[in-house]
């Protein structure tokens, strides 16, 4: 059973960055991403990359302000947020999952078998 923990929540004003971090306790999955999900919404796809490949896919928006990275040798996933926006605010999930036929990224949560607990974002104007 994967284990996913997320930190580096906070509550930052518009424009400003964070850096949330997910560390998995293993690597038995092809998929690893981040979901978000504000008060009364669905959860969101954000972005995720597939571990082996070389595939990297985002929301539209966050395309430009939201980067992924990842340490191999720790298992770790980053997810670095720029220009943050109040509209960014919510619960931020990493999800893990697949692998997936020829590496195909899933945008839906369905398409990920394990969850972190999330962290709290806030970006007040």
């Known amino acids: 059973q994967v284990q996913l923990v997320e930190s580096g929540g906070g509550s930052v004003l518009s424009g400003d960055s964070l850096r949330l971090s997910c560390t998995a306790s293993e690597r038995t999955f092809g998929t690893i991403g981040w979901f978000r999900q504000a008060p009364g919404k669905a959860r969101e796809f954000v972005g995720a990359?597939?571990?082996?490949?070389?595939?990297?896919y985002y929301a539209d928006s966050v395309k430009g302000r939201f980067i992924i990275s990842r340490d191999n040798a720790k298992n770790l996933v980053y997810l670095q947020m720029n220009s943050l926006k109040p509209e960014d605010t919510g619960l931020y999930y990493c999800a893990a999952g697949g692998p997936h036929p020829e590496d195909t990224i899933m945008v839906v949560p369905s398409g990920y078998d394990y969850w972190g607990q999330g962290t709290q974002v806030t970006v007040s104007s």
């Open positions: 990359f597939t571990w082996i490949g070389t595939g990297q």
